[in-house]
Nanobody, 128 residues
Framework: QVQLIESGGGLVQAGGSLRLSCAASGSTLEYYAIGWFRQAPGKEREGIAC????????LYGDSVKGRFTISRDNARNTVYLQMTSLKREDTASYYC?????????????????????WGHGTQVTVSS
């Protein structure tokens, strides 16, 4: 059983940066692709970034491409999401999740039913 805990959220001005962390306990994140998702009030949860284990693949949703960077430190059992050039529309609860069905992000990366372990989320609020 994997427990995921997100941290690093907060209030930031538009144009600013934040780094989110996703720390795992209970088991290793090895072999799992890890995704970051977000959900804004009244909107569906969307996948925004994925990092693979087996091939180091990374993949991003169009809304964050070029602004967000996902990385993983397998020794620390932690995945990061560096967010830059933040916009008001980035305001959401951010969740990390482990894809227990594959270790690569290649192919559709954000099939949510493949992610069986989820954190409780961290709130990011971007003000103008």
């Amino acid at each position: 059983q994997v427990q995921l805990i997100e941290s690093g959220g907060g209030l930031v001005q538009a144009g600013g940066s934040l780094r989110l962390s996703c720390a795992a306990s209970g088991s290793t994140l090895e072999y799992y692709a890890i995704g970051w998702f977000r959900q804004a009030p009244g909107k569906e949860r969307e996948g925004i970034a994925c990092v693979g284990y087996s091939d180091g693949s990374t993949l991003y949703g169009d809304s964050v491409k070029g602004r967000f960077t996902i990385s993983r430190d397998n020794a620390r059992n932690t995945v990061y999401l560096q967010m830059t050039s933040l916009k008001r529309e980035d305001t959401a609860s951010y969740y990390c999740a482990a894809n227990t069905m594959r270790s690569s992000c290649l192919g559709p990366p954000f099939v949510q039913h493949e992610y069986n372990y989820w954190g409780h989320g961290t709130q990011v609020t971007v003000s103008s």
